[in-house]
């Protein structure tokens, strides 16, 4: 970090991959020098002394909040299967799935 | 002009008819949002019936609540059911949500007409509206010049007069730097005041919905009806909702007011009159900002000193690492937030000869390059090996500021700095990812510790351009900010009108 | 077992909870409806939509936790990234380093202490149908269908440590933790239906080592017997390999119908889920006064019911039966009532396998027992009339209207099964009043002098000529017993 090479474009190519973004060779480049550039800025935390510091996720403390185990109205599915790109009896359609067993 | 107020009063009292406020403002639309573009979809039929709804009610004596008849624009993230929700993303383009978002039923509940929805960055990314898929929107001030971003199609909507209120959402100053830009009112209220319900998502624990209006009432009347507990968001507090609109008058004599030193670092430098002092330990002082600003956030200072606010200066030094914080954390929220645009349920698909390869096609046509890269970015920074040097370290930064905001608060009861570095800038001027991301370097601070803030114009900077000034408060404290705003408003010298109001304005005289 | 080996199993076990609705949504938790009917825009990540906690799910989450003598921590729920078509947000929330329950343990019944290393709650995912492929298999599918009915589903993922040593110890954990669970109340926990979801570690080490060597995670296990098998195939494979001088592949393997297990292509980001707290939920924390509530609403855990159950003479096979039945409540119930213990344990044993005995009344089966022992009923009588009141007992809860309004239902359809002496009445098996009895003995030995000088010579097997008159003349409904009893003091006297 800090030196230009924060990332390189194996590494984005890699999180393209993560990301399911499909990108050709000039794009990776192109986002190489993007992200380079921010992680690049991202060096001036290196200093910074936090081992104190605990993690904040939530910028408002609350806790325990919940909703009554109590059914509601579902939404109507074929409002929402008229908004889907393939849809077939009633599911949603999309091409093969490879890979793991289901 | 009229003032959301103005309507409301007299729709109510059948002095108006919501019908004619509506045509009035679609009018406008129709004469200038060629130029502006600050609508991706103006819904004029359904605001015709909505308003006729209205009409009907006041004749059958019925009150149709505290906005009635008045026109309101949308951020086209916020959910509208049956009417397209795009986030001006050929990704969402034509989606339409089978569900009305909380502060749409909240705004149309009290009377509000919804009049349309308004441009934006794509999934709110960006401070300029330029990553608009669908093209930018202008800011009415000089058409040249970008509105401000994200929600740059609200703030440009109620600046050009198209709507007396609009609604848009802050993540890291997506409400406050367009209304800094366009001259206009905007707030970000604490994080959890407004229900996120149907905000599409881009950074969960900075996202928060607020309103646009021309002056401080406006904003704190729409404030009011959108607030409050909703058991759909669980990041949304159980509080009662104040009288936002009792402390407008309050005057500030005997607030604490601390002008952040890292914030206002150029220009005047002095202390301003009887100040209790510093908190905390001085901070570098941020440079990029722009003298012409930093000079107004001075006069502002002196004008509440005049008007019986105490106020000094105050440290709060984790703000200058907020920018890098926030480009880590928001990206790795967005990255995973993004994650369902996959074309199997909505929106876009491109077809594959596989789901991945779909998925994969599908991310590529459907993103613009700012969501890619931020979605990449904040993938990288969630993934293993850089989590703790990026994402985990982020957190820690944002403790940091929430403790530094805490020690600042136990001094000052609101604090002032800039709202943006700068004065609206021209289309292109910040194309280099970094210089546009630091637009929100004085904004991101009350993103990251959830604080309210908001922008009140006061004056004008370079190129007569509107200069605004931010009002931050601790958690829940919107009635101190607004209090504080009421009067910089009061004494704010008058900002030119945009030019497009001296067109003829089929408003005048209705 | 191969000699020198010895194999090691760790479990983890998702269970569908219990609840009426989703873990996040309010969407109804339904099995069975048509595809996407079930589902709100939380079930579909639909752009906006945010999810909120069933505060029930917790609630079963721990309860389940301290059956399994684990610690109810403070936990936080996170997002584990990766794109499914089945999963509608491409990330699915769980609870991740900080999980609700943790650190408890499992005594498996004859066997060994269990480890439980966690228990969290998570989402499930929707359902896939692969469209054109073999036996609807992803080889050559032309494509799939999506519905979400079960996404969003409340899973409780159960962990234990690499406690296990054999097949026949994982299959008796896994029924264990399925009864305390139908205990609980906390899952119907079936293995064949999916509501209970059984991933084996296994791994293999030099018998009386401590390392834990290479473990594959075996998945697609739905019996006990397909548990069974897998561990001893897998456990078989790596000896092989390690034998021939190979080693195992830590990789996820998938049980088949052929008893085989198969390597699953895995993907690169398999393993970077890129885990991070989800933004949308806040922290879970359960106070000292909420856990101690969950844990006054417990049930008796099944070790405690069979120990009891012993204690009233029930054989360990004998106690198992009747907690696999349900029906250590009734018998607990009915000995506690005044039963004669052994005879009520026979009967839940011998003539309970019936639909409708685990809603009887404790005190009515007592009463029963007591007819019986007291011999106003005879054994045949006595299974004749239980029968009945099983049936009457299912009549009665099938009368009372779905979602009565009588939280109770249960109870009062049992308390409906009615009287055993009514119902004994009812079949005309007329308790025989003594003397009645000793009328019919008397009336037989008149009738048959020979016999009755045979019978008084010694020679008992003539008693069955007065036991069969006085069975003739009450069809059947006398006491065969008391008959002997009555003759004999005859003979006596
Ligand atoms: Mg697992
Ligand atoms: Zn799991």
Redesign the pocket.
Known sequence: MGDGTAISSEQVAHVARLARIELTPDEIEHYTGHLGRVLEHAGELEDLDLADVPPLAHPYPLSNVFRDDVAGSPVDRDEVLSQAPAASGGQFEVPPVLGEEA | MTSAHAIASDVRAGARRASDVLEDFLGRIEMHDGDVHAFNTVTADQARAAAAAIDAAVDEGRDPGPLAGVPVAFKDNLCTRGVATTCSSRMLEGWQPPYDATVVQAMTAAGAVMIGKTNLDEFAMGSSTEHSAFGPTRNPHDLARVPGGSSGGSAAAVAAGFAPLALGSDTGGSIRQPASLCGIVGIKPTYGRVSRYGLVAFASSFDQIGPFAADVADAALALGVISGHDPADSTSIPAAVPDFEAALGRGVEGLRVGVISELTGSGRNGAATGGPGTAGAAGEVLDGIDADVTERVHEAADALADAGATVGRVSVPAVTYGLTAYYLIAPAEASSNLARYDGTRYGLRVDGADVEEMNRLTRRAGFGDEVKARIMLGTFALSAGYYDAYYGKAQRVRMLTRRDFDAAYADFDVLLSPTSPCVAFRFGERADPMTMYRCDTCTIPSNLSGDPAMSVPFGIGAEGLPVGVQVLAPALGEEPMLTVAAALERAAPPLPAPPLSTVADPTEGA | MAAGWETVVGL?V?VELATDTKLFSAAPSRFGDEPNTNVTPVCLGLPGSLPVLNRRAVELAMAVGLALNCDIRPSVFHRKNYFYPDMPKDYQVSQYDQPICSDGWLDVPGGSRVGIERAHLEEDAGKTTHLGGADGRIHGAVGALVDYNRAGTPLL?I?SRPDIGSAAEASAYVEELRAILLAVGASDARLEEGSMRV?ANISVRPAGSAELRTRC?VKNLNSLRSLRNAIDFEARRHIELYEAGEAPVQETRHWSEDGRTHSLRSKEEADDYRYFPEPDLVPLVPDDEWIAQVRAAMPELPASVRARLHECGAEPEDAQVIVDRGLAPVVLGAVAAGADSRRTVTHAVQNLALDGAELLDPDGLASLVNLETSGQLTATQAKTVLVEMCARAVTAMHATPAGAEDPSGSASAAALALDPTAIAAELGFEAMADDELETLVDEAIAANPEAWEKFRAGEAKVAGVFVGAVMKATRGQADGHAVTQLLAQRRDA
């Open positions: 983890e998702h993922e962990v991933d995670e």
